[in-house]
């Protein structure tokens, strides 16, 4: 079982609407939580990290995490095509101290 | 940008020939990353490095070693190149792995292909 689980979409929303990714996590005991975003062919690029419960933001963007129910998600407010991208949520292992990657979420923004 | 820089960006190779991976930084970060990016698989780590001559294994590291005796650079190499290595590459650098300083910053990417 992957420990960091990511619909891989696509995920489809209009210019100006809010898109919402979402990200579950197996690892109990993880404590930092990232977001990339990755335009093809390219690199991953960091958004956001997280480490305590509740919300953060960062202009359009809002990440929240739920630790109780091992939940990460990103928020992105008023979308734009330049938007469209995969975007990665990692979570660091408790046991190793690595990164665990999940698969990434198409995002399309369209006119 | 993070000063993190990969060579060559893009190589064709034959099935059984070594192959070196070349990873650079000008930050002065102590971990050094290298991951592999397949479709449906997402980033996997293959090894990395905590410091000078200190390298570990990752999750994917069969077939591959790596090497870092400066700072700055961190070598990957396929000893005998398969069909599997085919992927892209991405090496990776953070100050620490502490939170609060341990965000990976991510280089261009080298796209391999064995053949």
């Known amino acids: 079982q992957k420990e960091v689980e990511q619909n891989s979409g696509p995920l489809s929303v209009p210019e100006g609407a809010i898109a919402s990714l979402n990200c579950t996590y197996s690892d109990r005991g993880s404590q930092s939580f990232f977001w990339y975003r990755q335009y093809s062919g390219k690199s991953p690029e960091l958004i956001m990290s997280i480490y305590s419960n509740g919300d953060k933001e960062d202009g359009r963007f809002t990440a929240q995490l739920n630790k109780a129910s091992q939940y990460v998600s990103l928020l992105i407010r008023d979308s734009q095509p330049s938007d469209s991208a995969t975007y990665l949520c990692a979570g660091r292992s408790y046991n190793t101290d690595k990164l665990i990657f999940g698969t990434g979420t198409r995002l399309q923004v369209f006119p | 940008d993070a000063g993190i820089t990969q060579s060559p960006r893009h190589k064709v190779t034959e099935t059984g020939t070594p192959v070196t991976l070349r990873c650079h930084q000008t930050?002065?970060?102590?971990?050094m990353y290298w991951y592999r990016q397949d479709p449906g698989h997402g980033l996997r780590l293959i090894h990395y490095?905590?410091?000078?001559?200190?390298?570990d294994k990752g999750e994917v590291s069969d077939g591959y070693s790596v090497s870092r005796s400066k700072t700055e650079d961190f070598l990957l190499t396929l000893e005998s190149a398969t069909s599997s290595q085919t992927s892209v590459y991405f090496c990776a650098i953070s100050e620490s792995e502490r939170a609060s300083t341990d965000t990976q910053y991510f280089g261009p990417g080298t796209r391999l292909t064995v053949l």
């Open positions: 490095s905590y410091g000078v001559k200190d390298t």
């Open positions: 930050e002065n970060h102590r971990y």
